[in-house]
């Protein structure tokens, strides 16, 4: 029997992981070739020269307690490279005032009044005290969006000041734009098992004090991660968009926009779910026009070098709340968060993102308004003028997918409605962080070895 070819569509960090998955089960005689249409890989992880300092422009952090991240680079060498946070907290700002992240909260949904005490008005401190003593209809299964649920029960300022601070800087989104299982699912748990109020549900669902940092980053910026994943699996890099793909046989052709055509026995598609719908839409009708319903917003991330002796307080950055008076929806300090570069090195690096749910910013604002945009916000937010030594800008059009309501359900119809030769992986699926990607990806190439191995069986048979 010929050697098996496996074609993965996407070069960003679910593509990657998934064609290294494969070349550890399949070995160097399979054929994978990686298609992405890019000037570089790793798609939305790009790490980028910030005044001489390579430095996140995506993604910046992992959580450290989900295993998959961790695991990768420990089976790459990659270990000692990961950094931890420096026990820095971020600030909210609200009213026009900084104040302490609201401790005991899951995304910001408090476990008491106690926790938002000094950040939300009186009355919502004695609502959210009163909300026990409230009669509490809840379905299990049910999945409303944070917003409603916490805005019924908490008060809209619990939302505006507490929760959409936390969830804009995950998903580019808002409380009303992400639902409960997917933003906070052990409280959702929580109240599937019985819990008579959502004050309840969150002392429940506390993630446990366990000391450690919850973040991690790497050691040079999530390149190194990339040229790991690139120089262990080995993929064929094809710098080329997939236009079709089509069944042949018992296994698929794709075709280029530079109109060659390829062949595969088996095809991840690690594309974000825009790009994917129009392509599955042939052979897998349900599944595309489950992925169609997905939507997404855009984000910009604009990364300064500033003199060393710059006055940043004792912070890790700073979360918006909404309706606040600024552009940036998130201040990253990153020389505060992660302890590097250190005092000597004469310059302090920090990332202001922008962008949420509905807008156009990313796709429309310059550069020269976003530098002019972080300036007022910097000098709003901590009252300082800021004269950068360099700046770097970086766009993701479409790239953060909103976890809307009934996520899960429409996931699963994407994934139900696929051939067995054919899988997805991205961050639209099981979580919008590095690790969920890899974990998706990781699922991905099980199915098709799995799939690909049954082909073979059946044929012998």
Partial sequence: MSPRSYCVVGGGISGLTAAY?????????ASITLFEPGEKLGGILRTEPVAGRPMDLGAEAFVRRRPEMPALLAELGLAERQLST???????YSGQELHPLPSNTVVGIPSSAA???????????????????????????SDPAVAELVGDR????????SVDPLLSGVYAGSAATIGLRA??????????????????????????????PVFGALDGGYQVLIDALVERGRPKWVRAAVQSLEPAGRGWTLRDDAG???SADAVILA???????????????????????VTSASAVVLALAVPGDTAFPECSGVLVATGEPLHAKAITLSSRKWGVPGPESGVQYLRLSFGRFGDDLAATATDEQLLAWAAEDLRAVFGLGIDPVDARVRRWIDAMPQYGPGHAALVAEIRDGLPPTLAVAGSYLDGIGVPACIGAAGRAAERVIRATEDSDAEVAR
């Avoid at 998955?21 to 005689?29: F, N």
């Fill in 115 to 141: 926790s938002l005490a000094g950040l939300v008005d009186e009355a919502t401190i004695a609502r959210i005290d009163a909300e026990p003593t409230r009669a509490l209809s809840w379905s299990p299964g």
């Fill in 21 to 29: 998955r494969l070349r550890q089960a399949v070995g160097d005689d």
């Fill in 260 to 262: 060659t055509q390829w």
């Fill in 154 to 161: 908490f008060g809209e300022q619990a939302v505006a000041r």
């Fill in 271 to 293: 594309i974000p779910a825009p790009r994917l719908a129009p392509l599955i839409s042939a052979v897998a009708p349900d599944s595309g026009a489950a992925a169609a319903r």
């Fill in 86 to 92: 420096t026990g820095a907290r971020p600030l909210i």
């Fill in 183 to 212: 933003a906070a699912p052990s409280v959702a748990a929580a109240l599937d098992r019985g819990a008579a109020s959502l004050t309840e549900a969150v002392r429940v669902g506390l993630p446990p004090a366990i000391g450690a």
